[in-house]
């Protein structure tokens, strides 16, 4: 009896850690945020937009 909990467990954790790594984060192909290049506003002082 006891074995077979810690089989259920086990089975548990190892199902909870592949839908962990198989879930993943967003590539940057699939991302539609240009995050190489710094936006326009960035590096100016503020209150001197396009000067």
């Not at 995050?35 to 002082?45: I, K």
């Given at each position: 009896?006891?074995?077979?909990?810690?089989?259920?467990?086990?089975?548990?954790?190892?199902?909870?850690?592949?839908?962990?790594?198989?879930?993943g984060?967003?590539?940057p192909?699939?991302?539609?945020?240009?995050?190489?290049?710094?936006?326009?506003?960035?590096?100016?002082?503020?209150?001197m937009?396009?000067?």
């Amino acid at each position: 009896m006891q074995n077979k909990k810690i089989r259920c467990l086990l089975l548990l954790v190892l199902a909870a850690t592949g839908a962990a790594l198989f879930s993943g984060c967003a590539t940057p192909q699939d991302s539609a945020v240009p995050w190489s290049r710094p936006a326009d506003w960035e590096g100016q002082l503020p209150g001197m937009g396009g000067l």
